[in-house]
């Protein structure tokens, strides 16, 4: 396998549960399980965007199928003895070595935010050995944090890097193994972000969760659309009372609707197809079929569309929504 498809091929086994991807590991020749093992031995974190893309060039599949979101070590060597059995020894071994052996190897669970504070100050051309022995992801995560002109600098060094004597390899790897030496023997827990703040304020009164969005417009206009994109779901829409629905339908085009419920649970379904007309209805159970298989990412563009449409109502005080919430009972 190529570099990229074996990547790929590893973040697609580390998505997976583990017996299932010991399933299909147990499928391919003894080596190919080596070089596959010794790639998710190196993932470390699998960013969401990757994990996504790769999933949906492999199959159309549901995400709750898909558990784990890291590579490593320890899930190399549990797949390869699920996968190999008794035969397991000799390629745990060879994984292991190869992986002891990589410059730089002790960076795989260091988070790239972490990674960036040591590395700030030092000279671009240091930064630039760094990042040319770290996953592209990581990689691109650090440069991202780096000053612009310094992501110049450094991308420029790395282009033009051909070979690197061992000994300087050595030299760097050192001296940044012992300054990051009181965070290598820490594990640490991601919390907080905008979806936690969007969590927060769905269970948050109305009156709350409205002057905080509305002062932090004025700071930052874009984190608040992008809190309020997490905040309300496109299958939060089945829990509307009946006058929001209707109030929904009356601004959504059937066509827009056809495509939005390709994976839409049944509630849903029957949420919107019970709120119209038996003709309507009729109309829409149509255009669905005839729409046939569909992109995965343009059900969840268009899904977001009609998301932005429900939160314009509500701006409008045109309809009420209760995310994360049944509906109030009226006595």
């Known amino acids: 396998m190529a570099a990229p498809e074996l990547r790929k091929a590893a973040v697609l086994l580390a998505s997976l549960p583990e017996e299932e991807a010991a399933q299909l590991l147990s499928k391919l020749h003894p080596k190919q399980v080596e070089l596959v093992s010794i790639e998710i031995a190196r993932l470390g974190h699998i960013a969401g965007d990757e994990q996504s893309t790769t999933i949906r060039e492999f199959a159309e599949v549901n995400p709750q199928a898909f558990g784990s979101s890291a590579g490593g070590l320890d899930l190399a060597k549990s797949l390869v003895e699920k996968a190999l059995g008794k035969n397991a020894n000799s390629t745990l071994e060879n994984v292991r070595q190869q992986i002891e052996a990589l410059p730089f190897a002790f960076l795989q669970k260091i988070d790239a935010t972490h990674l960036l504070t040591f590395i700030m100050d030092e000279h671009p051309q240091t930064i630039a050995l760094i990042l040319s022995h770290l996953a592209p992801q990581k990689a691109a995560q650090v440069i991202a944090g780096l000053p612009s002109e310094r992501q110049l600098s450094v991308v420029r060094r790395i ?45 948050a009164d109305r009156a709350t969760e409205r002057g905080l969005l509305e002062n932090l417009a004025q700071e930052d206009p874009d984190l608040v659309e992008e809190i309020r994109r997490r905040m309300f779901v496109f299958e939060d829409i089945a829990k509307f009372a009946v006058k929001d629905i209707q109030t929904v339908l009356k601004n959504v085009e059937n066509s827009q609707w056809a495509l939005a419920l390709k994976t839409a649970s049944d509630e849903l379904k029957q949420k919107v197809l019970g709120n119209m007309s038996t003709r309507a209805g009729e109309m829409l159970k149509e255009e669905m079929d005839y729409l046939g298989p569909v992109k995965r990412s343009a059900v969840e563009q268009m899904q977001q569309q009609i998301v932005d449409v429900v939160r314009r109502l509500e701006d409008a005080g045109e309809i009420t929504v209760n995310a994360g919430e049944e509906v109030e009972e009226l006595v």
């Open 159 to 203: 282009a033009r890097m051909g070979q690197t004597s061992p000994e300087i390899i050595q030299e760097v790897e050192r001296g940044l193994e012992h300054r990051m030496s009181s965070i290598t023997s820490q594990s640490f827990e991601t919390a907080g972000g905008v979806e936690a703040v969007a969590e927060i304020l769905n269970v």
